[in-house]
């Protein structure tokens, strides 16, 4: 596929009016509208080819969900890709933009320091300044249940006719509704849809990985509503965690699901650097690289990661491996290099936590027979 300039929205053109009058409540959702199929098809064809927002992950226009694990970096990835389609540059560094303009941003978490900060260094990043960004923040979430909240959301959409909008926290922007309840959360949800359809914009709403370590990819996308709702889901989970003792530089290596009805699935590894160049000032610059790692690129293990002791040594384990193999083939291979064992819950339960965060994972060879566990590398290794 030809790479091609990003689109960029100019700011002059034409404004569309508010759908209600100012200081009337916005009406619970558009007007039905039915039309045959041939002026269906007219209409379409009318409107072009469409596009992309991130080549072959997320097509413009389209509203959906990034979430992840605590501390998986959902809030970087989202700023980060605020700064991309802002400067039309590739988000995360490796995926083309192919529509820029303005992006509003609603941040809930962290204050305005923490924001300004963490854009600044993804701008330096990409060699742009952050202060001639075509960006506008809220740093609130806006209650989606408000309709005061969504009556100025939709004024402003209209007033700077952004082709993004991030939502970043959804926990916050639900305002205390049931996240069991997939009815109420849809309709929640489906307001803000509506007011970014109606300005032409792509909506990004960051949320939160719900407990379970048995489940991966979107199926750990917390309450119900937001997996049912999104039309692209990105999920985050950690492969590894490490800080440099002299540096203090952290870096997060995370794996992203990509699964959508119309683009393929796929899975993206993510390398992030982040280092404060004084640690002490809390308002030092921050220095921010990211990049996909190669297969080459060694994955940090035990120390200085946040794998336990047990899980190094099973993981340690498995790359000593040259086939898939029972645990207990494992544990032998623990014997022989520590002088000890492992008990049985211990070796599963850590075997199970590699297997959550991409690391590992295993055979079935059926009931009642042993699981044969792996390494999981760049290439699955043969049964």
């Known amino acids: 596929m030809t790479a091609s300039a990003p689109r960029l929205v100019q700011p002059d053109e034409p404004v569309p009016p508010p759908s209600h009058p100012p200081g009337e409540k916005p ?95 993804i701008a330096n990043g990409r060699g742009v300044p952050a202060d001639d960004l075509p960006i506008s923040i809220c740093t609130r979430a806006p209650h989606l249940a408000d309709d005061a909240h969504l009556q100025a959301m939709e004024a402003h959409l209209a007033a700077v006719r952004p082709v993004l909008v991030i939502l970043d926290p959804f926990y916050l922007a639900a305002g205390g509704a049931d996240g069991k309840d997939l009815y109420a959360m849809g309709r929640l ?38 997996a049912e709702w999104g039309r692209v889901l990105i999920s985050a989970a950690v492969i590894s965690r490490g800080t440099d003792p002299a540096t203090e530089a952290t870096t997060v290596l995370t794996e992203l699901d990509v699964q959508g009805g119309e683009v393929p699935d796929r899975t993206v590894r993510l390398r992030r650097v982040v280092r404060a160049l004084d640690p002490d000032d809390l308002d030092s610059p921050l220095e921010y690289r990211v990049d996909e790692p190669t297969a080459a690129d060694p994955v940090p293990a035990g120390s200085g990661s946040d794998l336990s002791q047990a899980a190094a040594k099973l993981l340690a384990a498995l790359d000593a491996q040259t086939t898939p193999e029972p645990s207990s083939v494992l544990v032998d291979h623990v014997v022989a290099t520590h002088g000890h064992g492992l008990t049985r819950q211990t070796c599963s339960t850590e075997l199970n936590k590699l297997r959550a965060t991409g690391l590992a994972d295993y055979l079935d060879t059926g009931a009642g027979r042993q699981r044969l566990w792996y390494r999981v590398r760049t290439e699955t290794p043969a049964a």
């Open 189 to 226: 949800l489906e307001r803000p849809q509506h007011l970014c359809e109606r300005a032409g914009a792509s909506l990004v709403v960051v949320t939160h990985f719900n407990r379970s370590r048995d489940l991966r990819g979107a199926a750990r996308i917390t309450g119900a509503g937001p």
């Open 27 to 121: 009406p619970s959702g558009p007007a039905l509208q039915f039309r045959s199929l041939a002026q269906l098809c007219r209409d379409v064809d009318a409107a072009g080819p469409r596009r992309w927002l991130i080549r072959g992950i997320w097509p413009a226009g389209a509203y959906g969900v990034h979430a992840a694990e605590p501390k998986a970096g959902k809030t970087w990835n989202a700023l980060d890709l605020a700064v991309s389609v802002a400067s039309g540059t590739p988000w995360l560094g490796q995926h083309q933009v192919d529509t820029s303009g303005h992006v509003v941003v609603f941040a809930g978490e962290g204050g305005d320091g923490n924001v300004v900060r963490r854009l600044r260094a």
